[in-house]
């Protein structure tokens, strides 16, 4: 893709209120028909959370809007990131086009230290070391420490602070706070809470307490399609609602 093409699908239609649009999404993998034709926009500041049932396919959605579908399978239908199409453009340009991603399983390289994964992580000659530091102090810290010593909560600061050094118009972030302690998903809402500030996300999270905490708007998959897209509040006000959509029970938190 030439620059002027990275430009052009990045461009932001004037009086567009979101900031990625996706619309009729289909993916296909290993002759699974996963997602069913799932459409649903995503804010252009603060959190959108996408949220279902266990293996529904919210990483899948995910990994699509990234193009990171598997080469056993196919996604069909249309992503715009600010009004460009951006499905089918392959992952490196599109993380060179402002689409950040936090993995579920952190990634974070347990041999090298903490800078050093940082260090790797840049993209830019002026990484924003001031926001991530800001963010996340017990990296600055833990600088030296190896990252496979750092707990859970840690790596997924740093995964998170690997991802905010550089810049970047949409976050997506796949569950941050899956197997953490109950006092380090706190600390992880905050920091997420506060990174929102600086830049949108698409979140993927299982975690009721955090989604109330953090959510604008809320988007649930069922059965490959979305089920009910509207205020986060507004879902997790109606027990009844939550606990047919997701199973669990939302006074519960989890
Ligand atoms: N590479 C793959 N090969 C085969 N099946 C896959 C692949 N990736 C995902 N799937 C299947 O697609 C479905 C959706 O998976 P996905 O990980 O997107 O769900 P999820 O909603 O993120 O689940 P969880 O909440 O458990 O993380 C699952 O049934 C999963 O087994």
Same mark, same amino acid.
């Given at each position: 893709?030439?620059?002027?093409?990275?430009?052009?699908?990045?461009?932001?239609?004037?009086?567009?209120?979101?900031? %990625?649009?996706?619309?009729?999404? =289909?993916?296909?993998?290993?002759?699974? !028909?996963? %997602?069913?034709? *799932?459409?649903?926009?995503?804010?252009?500041?603060? *959190?959108?959370?996408?949220?279902?049932?266990?293996? +529904?396919?919210?990483?899948?959605?995910?990994?699509?809007?990234?193009? $990171?579908?598997?080469?056993?399978?196919?996604?069909?239908?249309?992503?715009?990131?600010?009004?460009?199409?951006? $499905?089918?453009? @392959?992952? !490196?340009?599109?993380?060179?086009?402002?689409?950040?991603?936090?993995?579920?399983?952190?990634? *974070?390289?347990?041999?090298?230290?903490? &800078?050093?994964?940082?260090? $790797?992580?840049?993209?830019?000659?002026?990484?924003?070391?001031?926001?991530?530091?800001?963010?996340?102090? #017990?990296?600055?810290?833990?600088?030296?420490?190896?990252?496979?010593?750092?707990?859970?909560?840690?790596?997924?600061?740093?995964? /998170?602070?690997? *991802? /905010?050094?550089?810049?970047?118009?949409? /976050?997506?972030?796949?569950? @941050?706070?899956?197997? /953490?302690? @109950?006092?380090?998903?706190?600390?992880?809402?905050?920091?997420?809470?506060?990174? &929102?500030?600086?830049?949108? +996300?698409?979140? +993927? #999270?299982?975690?009721?307490?955090?989604?109330?905490?953090?959510?604008?708007? &809320?988007?649930?998959?069922?059965?490959?399609?979305?089920?009910?897209?509207?205020?986060?509040?507004?879902? %997790?006000?109606?027990?009844?609602?939550?606990? =047919?959509?997701?199973?669990?029970?939302?006074?519960?938190? !989890?």
């Amino acid at each position: 893709m030439t620059a002027a093409e990275e430009r052009t699908f990045v461009a932001t239609p004037a009086g567009s209120a979101s900031l %990625l649009q996706v619309e009729n999404l =289909s993916v296909r993998i290993a002759g699974l !028909h996963i %997602l069913q034709g *799932v459409s649903f926009e995503v804010a252009a500041s603060g *959190v959108t959370v996408l949220l279902g049932r266990n293996g +529904v396919g919210k990483s899948t959605t995910l990994r699509a809007i990234l193009g $990171l579908t598997p080469r056993n399978g196919a996604a069909t239908g249309s992503i715009r990131l600010g009004g460009g199409e951006i $499905l089918g453009k @392959p992952t !490196h340009a599109l993380v060179k086009a402002g689409l950040g991603f936090v993995p579920e399983d952190r990634c *974070v390289f347990a041999g090298l230290t903490v &800078a050093e994964n940082l260090r $790797l992580a840049e993209r830019t000659d002026t990484p924003d070391y001031d926001l991530v530091f800001g963010l996340f102090p #017990e990296l600055s810290k833990r600088a030296k420490q190896r990252a496979g010593s750092l707990s859970g909560g840690q790596q997924q600061m740093l995964s /998170l602070g690997r *991802v /905010l050094l550089n810049p970047n118009k949409l /976050l997506l972030i796949d569950e @941050p706070t899956k197997g /953490l302690a @109950p006092k380090v998903v706190t600390e992880v809402a905050e920091a997420l809470e506060r990174a &929102a500030q600086a830049v949108p +996300v698409l979140l +993927v #999270e299982q975690n009721l307490a955090v989604v109330r905490r953090l959510a604008g708007d &809320a988007v649930v998959i069922a059965a490959g399609q979305v089920a009910w897209t509207g205020p986060g509040e507004e879902l %997790l006000a109606d027990p009844a609602l939550t606990k =047919s959509l997701l199973a669990v029970n939302a006074a519960g938190g !989890h």
